[in-house]
Every structure is written in structure tokens, then in C-alpha cells.
């Protein structure tokens, strides 16, 4: 019996082609360090196109699916995508329900000390209207007395909060922010006439923009980097290492420019910050 499956496989190796490849494929991640042997488990919130978003049949679609499921194959994993909403997130990685998050999220300092992040893409935030309103807010200051919505929990909320803080610490009237679950939510406020304005990341009303309806008034406010997130340094460090190599090979490069997504200057990648405090 023996002899003949070594036969076999060496066959198999000989006329298929990826077989070899695939049968000594081992992951670098210890298999302790992830929830699922042979799977690498992603949050994702799939309400902001084109980082993330549902097509039409239900599939998961864009620029953080399709990054996850390379780097997750390079690292001889499966990609499984867990469906969520963004305030949830991290309470769930804390409880191990999944390795990481991959939902576009901004880089911050205070993020960066409670789990290990990766940035990987560079973004803003931009302000939309409804195409009736004649309402412009190319600066944050014209965001006075005057309402907006954004998606709770986010950097987006926090960005505009700080504005709002600013603002009537300097004598101004502030804004009057209203904060939701998801940026559909803010979308549908707006529509509903709920606010007046919708902040949102820039990609993200870049492609609103272009389905009709709304309008962008401001845009390149709070740069800052977007990240991934992972409960375990080996998971983390593993992801840095293949992403390096995907910006080598003109992989990285090719994804970014499909979905118009703005690059992170950086040609190796790595994680920033000092993680979580050891127990």
C-alpha cells in the first residue's frame, strides 16, 4: 500500500499542477495562535464600498476581501469573513470569536495598545450632501450649527467630535453630531432628512457619489492610516511579512489601483505600536 500512494503522489506532483505546492503548504502561524486550524478568522463590516461591501448576490466583494483572501492563502490559511457591525468588534476579538479585524478601520494610538495593528492603506474623510442641498463644507468650521451624521464608535466620530469640541471651546456654535450603527444608517438618515450632511471615509463617498444622489462638499480632512487588527502577535507579524511580499510582487499595487484605494507610502509592512500589555 505504501509503495503505491507514494506512486501516487508523486504522479499527482508530476501532472497537476500546484499539487506539490499545496500538499507541503504550512502555515508560519502556530496552529495554538489561531481560533480555527487552517482558517484565519476576519471580522468585516460590508457597508463600506469599496473596501467592503454585499453584491447583488449576497457575495462579499471588495478591496479588504480580496486583500484578505491573498495574504490568507500565502499563509497556507482559508479566509472565513465573520459579518458584523463595526461597535462590536473589539469586545468579540477580546473574546476570541475571531483572529482579526478587517474593516478599514483607522490607526490609533489608542487602538494600537489593545490589539496588534497592521496599517496597511492610507485614507480621510469627506463630507456628502444631498444633491438638492446647497449646503457647502469644505472646511470643518462651516460644520457649525449645523447637524451631521456619522457612523458611532469610528474615527469618523471621533474626528468630528474633537471639531465640535473645538468649536465652541472657541465661542462657535458646535455641531450637532448624530452617530449610528453603520454608514448605511447615515446614509438613510440623510435621505430621510434626518441631518444634513453624512461624514464619511473619502473612498467610501467617492463611490456613493458616483451611484447617484449625493454630492461631496469637503474632503481630506484627518488623514490618518488604516489598519488591520489581531489578537495575536504571530498572527500579526505573519500578515506584515506577506503583505511586504505582495507589495513586491505587484500584487498589493494591482488590488489598490482596481478598487482606486489610496496606498500606504510604506514598502514594508509592519505592526505599529506596542500591542496589548502583557498580563
Same mark, same amino acid.
Given at each position: 500500500m505504501m509503495p503505491r500512494l507514494a506512486g501516487f503522489l508523486l504522479l499527482a506532483a508530476l501532472l497537476v499542477p500546484g499539487f506539490s505546492e499545496a500538499a507541503e503548504c504550512t502555515s508560519p502561524i502556530p496552529p495554538g495562535d489561531l481560533i480555527a486550524a487552517g482558517k484565519l478568522m476576519l471580522s468585516i463590516n460590508p457597508t463600506l464600498p469599496p473596501q467592503q461591501f454585499v453584491d447583488s448576490h449576497g457575495e462579499l466583494q471588495g478591496l479588504n476581501v480580496e486583500l484578505a483572501r491573498d495574504f490568507a492563502h500565502r499563509l497556507c490559511l482559508e479566509a472565513e469573513f465573520i459579518r458584523m457591525d463595526f461597535p462590536g468588534m473589539f469586545p468579540a476579538l477580546a473574546a476570541s470569536r475571531f483572529d482579526g479585524i478587517d474593516t478599514g478601520m483607522f490607526w490609533t494610538e489608542e487602538r494600537s495598545k489593545i490589539v496588534y495593528t497592521v496599517p496597511y492603506a492610507q485614507q480621510a474623510i469627506s463630507v456628502v450632501v444631498l444633491d438638492s442641498s446647497k449646503a457647502v463644507f469644505d472646511t470643518p468650521e462651516k460644520l457649525s450649527g449645523h447637524s451631521t451624521g456619522v457612523e458611532i464608535n469610528a474615527y469618523q466620530e471621533r474626528w468630528v467630535?474633537?471639531?465640535?469640541?473645538?468649536?465652541?471651546?472657541?465661542?462657535?456654535?458646535?455641531?450637532?453630531?448624530?452617530?449610528? +450603527?453603520?454608514?448605511? @444608517?447615515?446614509?438613510?438618515?440623510?435621505?430621510?432628512?434626518?441631518?444634513?450632511?453624512?461624514?464619511?471615509? @473619502?473612498?467610501?463617498?467617492?463611490?456613493?457619489?458616483?451611484?447617484?444622489?449625493?454630492?461631496?462638499?469637503? @474632503?481630506?480632512?484627518?488623514?490618518?492610516?488604516?489598519?488591520?487588527?489581531?489578537?495575536?502577535?504571530?498572527?500579526?507579524?505573519?500578515?506584515?511579512?506577506?503583505? +511586504?511580499?505582495?507589495?513586491?510582487?505587484?500584487?498589493?499595487?494591482?488590488?489598490? @489601483?482596481?478598487?482606486?484605494?489610496?496606498?500606504?507610502?510604506?514598502? +514594508?509592512?509592519?505592526?505599529?505600536?506596542?500591542?496589548?500589555?502583557?498580563?
Amino acid at each position: 500500500m505504501m509503495p503505491r500512494l507514494a506512486g501516487f503522489l508523486l504522479l499527482a506532483a508530476l501532472l497537476v499542477p500546484g499539487f506539490s505546492e499545496a500538499a507541503e503548504c504550512t502555515s508560519p502561524i502556530p496552529p495554538g495562535d489561531l481560533i480555527a486550524a487552517g482558517k484565519l478568522m476576519l471580522s468585516i463590516n460590508p457597508t463600506l464600498p469599496p473596501q467592503q461591501f454585499v453584491d447583488s448576490h449576497g457575495e462579499l466583494q471588495g478591496l479588504n476581501v480580496e486583500l484578505a483572501r491573498d495574504f490568507a492563502h500565502r499563509l497556507c490559511l482559508e479566509a472565513e469573513f465573520i459579518r458584523m457591525d463595526f461597535p462590536g468588534m473589539f469586545p468579540a476579538l477580546a473574546a476570541s470569536r475571531f483572529d482579526g479585524i478587517d474593516t478599514g478601520m483607522f490607526w490609533t494610538e489608542e487602538r494600537s495598545k489593545i490589539v496588534y495593528t497592521v496599517p496597511y492603506a492610507q485614507q480621510a474623510i469627506s463630507v456628502v450632501v444631498l444633491d438638492s442641498s446647497k449646503a457647502v463644507f469644505d472646511t470643518p468650521e462651516k460644520l457649525s450649527g449645523h447637524s451631521t451624521g456619522v457612523e458611532i464608535n469610528a474615527y469618523q466620530e471621533r474626528w468630528v467630535r474633537g471639531e465640535d469640541k473645538a468649536l465652541q471651546a472657541a465661542g462657535k456654535p458646535g455641531i450637532e453630531v448624530h452617530a449610528f +450603527t453603520t454608514a448605511t @444608517d447615515v446614509l438613510a438618515a440623510l435621505h430621510a432628512g434626518q441631518v444634513e450632511s453624512a461624514i464619511l471615509i @473619502d473612498q467610501t463617498a467617492r463611490e456613493i457619489v458616483r451611484r447617484g444622489g449625493v454630492k461631496m462638499v469637503g @474632503d481630506g480632512f484627518g488623514g490618518a492610516p488604516t489598519t488591520l487588527a489581531f489578537r495575536k502577535r504571530s498572527v500579526a507579524e505573519a500578515v506584515a511579512k506577506t503583505l +511586504t511580499a505582495m507589495r513586491s510582487d505587484g500584487t498589493y499595487d494591482k488590488l489598490f @489601483d482596481k478598487f482606486g484605494l489610496t496606498k500606504l507610502p510604506d514598502q +514594508t509592512f509592519a505592526i505599529r505600536g506596542p500591542g496589548p500589555a502583557a498580563p
